[in-house]
């Protein structure tokens, strides 16, 4: 493995680790071989590009939800798996290219110089759905300017993110509402609350919230209860007054 070898890694010397330079390299090529198989490509190396594939949501607005730190870690928990279907689908159920990049705007692959098929962009939308209709995921794949792949190279990743963040200011649109929380709207009265949390959904009568946002609480106590290895906030473990029993006991 590259990560346990050897490797001049001084700064002024060599700026990148060989685990970096080899990552990049392979990532470019993965893109590259993906574009050979599918397009039957048989021109000059030199010709060779490569595009962006972004996966988007707003983090930061997500996790601004929250009213309580279970809120908030059910909302970054979430995020997490919903990258990690992404990354799985993309880089090994169909292998067109490797994790680059990752913020509070979404996750960044690189792509082959091809268009997003419609059957993949629907099932990217169908996986981040299943872990979280709130996440209101854009899917889009950026190409890079430039005459040379190199200068193409240089500057697709800050194209990429500007075009998230400007997608990203409309909250949700009738592309990116969920049918999940268009649905749980059916058959419920037109003076149902709004639940505090999510925003979305109507909240459960006579709850704190609606029965997702409550469940999500409810599951990071069950893990913390059958797995002592994380840390646990008070607030987690309070009942619905907020109030919290220290017990203390002493071997004689």
């Known amino acids: 493995r590259y990560l346990g070898a050897?490797?001049?890694?001084?700064?002024?010397?060599?700026?990148?680790t060989l685990w970096d330079h080899s990552y990049s390299v392979a990532t470019l090529f993965k893109s590259a071989l993906a574009y050979a198989v599918l397009a039957g490509w048989t021109n000059s190396p030199r010709d060779v590009r490569w595009r962006l594939l972004r996966v988007n949501f707003d983090v930061l607005?997500?996790?601004?939800?929250?009213?309580?730190?279970?809120?908030?870690?059910?909302?970054?928990?979430?995020?997490?798996?919903?990258?990690?279907?992404?990354?799985?689908?993309?880089?090994?159920?169909?292998?067109?290219g490797?994790?680059?990049?990752?913020?509070t705007t979404g996750i960044y692959f690189t792509f082959p110089d091809l268009d997003l098929p419609a059957e993949l962009d629907a099932?990217?939308?169908?996986?981040?759905?299943?872990?979280?209709?709130?996440?209101?995921?854009?899917?889009?794949?950026?190409?890079?300017?430039?005459?040379?792949?190199?200068?193409?190279?240089?500057?697709?990743?800050?194209?990429?993110?500007?075009?998230?963040q400007a997608e990203l200011k409309d909250s949700f649109t009738s592309a990116t509402l969920?049918?999940?929380?268009?649905?749980?709207?059916?058959?419920?009265?037109?003076s149902a609350e709004l639940c505090p949390i999510c925003r979305?959904?109507?909240n459960a009568e006579d709850?704190?919230?609606?029965?997702?946002?409550?469940?999500?609480?409810?599951?990071?106590?069950?893990?913390?209860?059958?797995?002592?290895?994380?840390?646990?906030?008070?607030?987690?473990?309070?009942?619905?007054t907020g109030r919290v029993a220290l017990i203390a006991g002493a071997f004689g």
């Open 6 to 16: 050897l490797g001049d890694t001084r700064r002024s010397a060599n700026d990148v």
């Open 61 to 96: 607005a997500l996790f601004a939800k929250a009213t309580r730190i279970p809120d908030l870690l059910g909302y970054q928990r979430a995020v997490d798996q919903a990258c990690a279907e992404v990354k799985r689908l993309i880089e090994e159920e169909y292998p067109l």
């Open 98 to 103: 490797n994790e680059v990049y990752r913020d």
């Open 123 to 164: 099932e990217i939308r169908r996986r981040v759905e299943q872990v979280e209709p709130e996440l209101a995921v854009r899917v889009a794949v950026t190409v890079g300017d430039g005459a040379t792949a190199q200068d193409q190279l240089k500057t697709i990743l800050g194209k990429a993110r500007r075009a998230a």
């Open 178 to 190: 969920s049918k999940t929380l268009r649905d749980a709207w059916q058959n419920k009265e037109i």
């Open 200 to 202: 979305l959904r109507p």
């Open 207 to 240: 709850e704190d919230a609606c029965q997702e946002c409550l469940d999500r609480r409810a599951k990071r106590a069950q893990d913390w209860a059958s797995n002592l290895d994380h840390t646990i906030w008070i607030d987690e473990v309070a009942d619905e």
